[in-house]
């Protein structure tokens, strides 16, 4: 059994939580490892349902561990490698209604993304979608409702990143950096980000993320490019755009090993930031956006 990558349509709490004891029970009769990443107002109910049955069960907030859908592959690794040699099934809801508009999009970019990551592992997620279910999961997923899915399309699997992002509304800061220039870009979106009203922590996960950014930019970007800063619902956005193309649509989900050299940068940007999105095409260069929230915010 190769990766098995499924998805339901449920109406209502009851709906969710029936689909799910039968999914997971079924599991446990196989003596299967189980994880299930939902919302928190759905896990008490779940475990209600399971009685004692959820104590076999893994449980995770997805509104906590996965505001930024570029943590949710990873979480699924680290699933798979605590468990191996055993059958694995997992259930998840990356897409519910606490999402914003942008998490949104990359919710949709996380389920296509997972059909790359696990195409060579043996295991079967299954993917909670409140009805009506958005048109793009149907598209992403090879099973639906326990059957193969028609409307499945195997060619997002070599596109995933050539999608183009929305352009900003209103005033939007434009700046040009070279090497000599990452001090300066960074000092100022330090200063943009005090001004917009973040906190010292989130200021510096910014700055931090903003950093590793430029540098990627300078390194293999053609030595610079152009970073856009705008806020949006709230939240500061932050946009560097170079040259360059990234080949990798996994970028930033790869967990680093203790000894690996390089290639942390976009794992790092993907824990500090509450979203991130990457997109590269040789039509396009690259475009790495990072979006930042008040404390107190919904961010996902």
Known sequence: MAFRHEAFGYDGEEGFVTQVTDFVRAG?????????VAPVQRLGPLRDGLGADGHGVEF??????GHNPARIIPLWRDFLDRNEGRLRLGVGEPVHEGRRAAALVECHQHEVLLNVAFADTDWRLLCAYALPEPAPARTSHPWWDGASNPAFDARHRGCTLAQPLPEPFGPTALLRFDLDGVTGVREYVAGKARRHGLDADAVERLTLAVHEVLVNSVDHGGGGGMLRLWAEDGDLVCEVRDEGVITDPLVGRHRPTPVQPRGRGMWMVNQLCDLVQVRSAPDIG????????KTGTQHA
């Open 28 to 36: 446990l009769a196989e003596d299967a490892a189980m994880l299930v």
């Open 60 to 65: 995770l907030d997805m509104v906590d561990i």
């Open 286 to 293: 690259t475009v790495v956006r990072l979006r930042i929230a």
